[in-house]
């Protein structure tokens, strides 16, 4: 039986209740203060971001249907100017997120400088754009010659999550390797809300890089990938338990994630784990896990167990 409150002990209740939320023992961590009106990297412009990056990359594709061949210097040229200047807004934004303050709300690094490497990185990225375009046609590539059911490479780049996650992760990864904070990640998790391909934005992978279905695929952040690599649903490229520290806290930036070299295929739902290296043109089978190195040309396959069912078939009694 429910017990009807007074109007003051509601108000008691609803002051108690913004007192604890605003404690500030039980905010440590779970608070940002926006310094000099710069707040955190915005979502919504880190989605137009990505969605002029794939009209730039793969022009008609995405953004503006309307491109022709009379046109596009005009679309690309409108979107580039975008980008950048969204970049640079963005990043700034990721820099001031990053930077310590002096204790008082105020940044330690002068906001004039942050621009400034914020518009150089912005710039760097822009002129990479070419770069990324060549590697995600080695992707689309792969992804084509490896899917007997692709009609054709429209359908790649429209259809397929692979080149969605990737157009992400390759213009992600740049700005990692740039040095922009927390915007890369962002990235990476947004492809992978969309596609369930979970890229980490530091991992390093080659060309002609492919991911069949997609689904459930998680790659970490010191992972190393060859060239003409190809990945099934589920796949897991991830890390043992990690060392700790003397305070037991987990050791960050240390190299726990597998190595695979070139022409190297895994299959569905296996689970690869550690620092270890699959050598090139090794075949990992579906379901398997594998913690220890693999040398080249070699195949891992988890034995099926022969039911009696299977015996009275090979017998040629059936059922």
């Known amino acids: 039986m429910s017990t009807k409150m007074s109007m003051n002990a509601k108000t008691h209740v609803l002051t108690a209740t913004v007192e604890a939320l605003s404690a500030s023992e039980s905010l440590k961590g779970l608070f940002h203060q926006h310094r000099d009106g710069n707040p955190l990297p915005s979502g919504a412009a880190l989605e137009e971001i990505i969605q002029l990056s794939r009209s730039i990359l793969f022009p008609g594709f995405y953004g503006d249907f309307a491109v022709d061949s009379n046109t596009i210097r005009y679309h690309i040229g409108v979107n580039v100017e975008r ?37 150089d990185m912005a710039a760097s990225l822009v002129a990479k754009l070419p770069d990324i375009r060549r590697v995600l046609a080695t992707d689309i590539t792969a992804a084509f010659n490896g899917d007997p059911a692709a009609e054709n490479f429209g359908e790649i780049i429209s259809c397929y999550p692979v080149i969605k996650a990737l157009a992400n992760y390759r213009v992600a990864h740049e700005l990692y390797v740039l040095g922009v904070p927390l915007i890369p990640r962002m990235m990476t998790e947004m492809a992978h809300s969309e596609t369930g391909i979970d890229i980490h934005p530091a991992a390093t992978i080659g ?7 997609g689904t459930g695929v998680v790659i970490g952040a010191t992972c190393v990938i060859g060239d003409n690599v190809k990945l099934y649903q589920g796949v897991t490229l991830g890390a043992k338990s990690f060392p700790l520290d003397a305070d037991g806290n987990p050791i960050k930036g240390i190299p726990r994630h597998p190595i695979l070299e070139d022409d190297v295929v895994v299959y569905a739902n296996a689970t690869v784990l550690g620092r270890i290296t699959i050598g090139k043109g090794c075949v990992v089978g579906a379901n398997v896990w594998v913690t220890r190195d693999m040398k080249p040309k070699t195949k891992k396959y988890k034995k099926e167990k022969t039911s009696l069912l299977d015996i009275e078939f090979n017998n040629g009694t059936g059922i």
């Open 83 to 119: 980008l950048y200047s969204l970049l640079v807004e963005q990043i700034m934004a990721g820099l001031c997120f990053n930077n310590p303050d002096n204790g008082d709300g105020t940044c330690c690094e002068p906001c004039a400088h942050e621009r400034a490497r914020a518009e």
């Open 207 to 213: 060309k002609y890089f492919t991911i069949d279905h």
